[in-house]
């Protein structure tokens, strides 16, 4: 019998962590347009004056809009390296174009630079995101998987934070240099951690899993003990989650017929790549219920209105002044909503191992139609022409709450459930095609959401959103099984309903 001693969680603490300094860089380029692209259309002030010359406003929308371009493209790069070189080194290959992305904005003298830096920061973008849902909930233990999974919304907002102050209180030369510290110490420190143990035992390098599973869960054993009865029970746990059935009782039949010698020698052999995907693993009830949910929180994680409205806090918070009641400036404005969202998702990391996925989103949902409704109710008044200088606070308290309550659930949680109920045989192929429609609806949001606010009105524009969130909350309720304290086995069972 193993001899185990479990000394905390702090190294998958550790390796959360540090694979989400990866977020952080995404959203420090994610950030930085908000102070920089005022800046570059100045006649008198854009650091490009002495070679191109201020940005046109059609230069500043490319500009804004190759982030999801760049993520759409690393979508499909992760999809296509995730499951050959593993979890780990996707994301850590990713650090290079947001070092890339910095060295652009140092060396930029014409605008066509600058949007080699949005796309590089989307293209990190688009991989961390199909990466790191993946190493992360793979690497975790069940009471943690929710905390650790919504951290990379998170360090998103981080990166996002820290480039508004940046831009606030730093000269514009000096951002690059300061923000490119994040890609490179990434790089440094990541580059050590384990890759997860669930991706080495699916191609079959066990011996390695073994030892990676020992260092996520700071688990000492005899000396005389080769294998773990708790790694042989998790190891057992994967292989049954997402195959079929023959092919389970297959794998489960030579993993129980396997000896300690032989898995002392796996480190000598190859590793195997994972199984070739098959019709019939997409096929099933837990496949086809596990698209059709993410798919659709995929969907409201854009169409709530949340990720439009905050890339234009400016003109919202300036629109809350009146009389001798001044608004707040752009750049603090957005400082402002960054700490909301911060907050927000901070709040959500406490909260989601201990109320869980599916409360957390209803609360999450209905707050922000709520919230979306009665400020649609305020720009409908104005249209009107009612004289609403009573209500002047109204706008600033309805957006705030607005980003607060999408932060806690519909922006972060998306991300866990998708690397919870997916089944593992398709979970590389479907994290990719999940996060490649939500850039492209990001894409389509930032694109022709204004179109509507223009034509129709703001308040169309609020009222669409608040009933996408009201349907979010509806099918959260009526469809999405709660994954809290479960094993991935337990979610297998639950989908497979």
């Not at 629109?319 to 957005?334: E, F, I, K, Y």
């Not at 509806?474 to 994954?483: G, N, R």
Request: charged fraction near 10%.
């Amino acid at each position: 019998m193993a001899v185990v001693l479990r000394i905390g969680v702090w190294r998958q603490y550790l390796a959360s962590i540090l694979v989400n300094l990866l977020g952080v860089g995404y959203g420090t380029v994610s950030g930085w347009s908000s102070a920089a692209l005022p800046l570059l259309e100045s006649p008198e002030q854009s650091p490009l004056l002495h070679g191109h010359g201020p940005i046109s406003p059609e230069e500043a929308s490319w500009i804004g809009g190759a982030l999801c371009l760049g993520g759409i493209v690393g979508t499909f790069v992760a999809g296509l390296l995730v499951d050959r070189i593993g979890r780990k080194w996707t994301a850590w290959l990713a650090g290079f174009p947001l070092v890339a992305a910095w060295a652009l904005v140092i060396l930029a003298d014409h605008p066509g630079y600058l949007m080699g830096t949005r796309f590089l920061g989307g293209l990190a973008g688009g991989i961390q995101y199909v990466a790191i849902p993946l190493y992360v909930p793979e690497l975790a233990e069940t009471s943690n998987r929710g905390t650790l999974g919504s951290l990379l919304v998170l360090s998103c907002c981080v990166g996002v934070e820290l480039a508004y102050l940046t831009g606030a209180f730093l000269p514009y030369r000096t951002i690059p240099w300061v923000c490119l510290a994040v890609p490179v110490f990434f790089l440094v420190t990541f580059f050590f951690m384990p890759e997860s143990p669930h991706y080495l035992a699916t191609v079959r390098r066990h011996q390695a899993a073994e030892r990676s599973l020992r260092f996520y869960r700071t688990i000492r054993i005899g000396a005389t003990v080769t294998v773990s009865d708790e790694f042989e029970d998790e190891l057992n746990r994967l292989q049954a989650t997402g195959d079929n059935g023959a092919r389970k009782l297959k794998q489960q039949q030579e993993q129980h017929q396997r000896t300690n010698q032989q898995l002392a020698d796996d480190h000598q052999t190859p590793a195997r790549p994972p199984p070739s995907l098959r019709w019939t693993d997409f096929n099933t009830n837990h496949a086809r219920r596990a698209f059709l949910i993410c798919l659709f929180f995929m969907t409201l994680n854009q169409f709530c209105g949340c990720f439009y409205m905050m890339n234009y806090a400016g003109s919202v918070f300036a629109g809350s002044a009146t009389g001798d009641q001044p608004g707040l400036s752009a750049n603090h404005s957005v400082i402002v909503v960054g700490l909301i969202q911060l907050c927000g998702c901070y709040a959500s990391t406490l909260l989601v191992d201990r109320l869980g996925r599916k409360l957390l989103l209803v609360i999450s949902s209905l707050g922000m139609a709520l919230g979306q409704s009665v400020f649609a109710g305020y720009c409908y008044g104005q249209t009107l022409g009612y004289d609403l200088a009573m209500l002047r606070w109204l706008p600033l308290v309805c957006f705030s709450a607005v980003i607060l309550l999408g932060s806690l659930g519909v922006l972060p949680l998306p991300f866990v459930v998708l690397g919870e109920i997916m089944p593992q045989q398709i979970k590389g192929f479907a994290t990719t095609f999940c996060m490649a429609f939500n850039w492209t609806l990001a894409f389509l949001a930032l694109k022709y959401f204004g179109s509507i606010g223009i034509v129709f009105g703001m308040h169309v524009m609020l009222c669409l959103f608040a009933v996408s969130s009201l349907i979010g909350a509806i099918f959260t309720l009526l469809v999405l099984p709660e994954t809290k304290g479960k094993s991935f086995a337990q979610i297998q069972q639950l989908m497979e309903r």
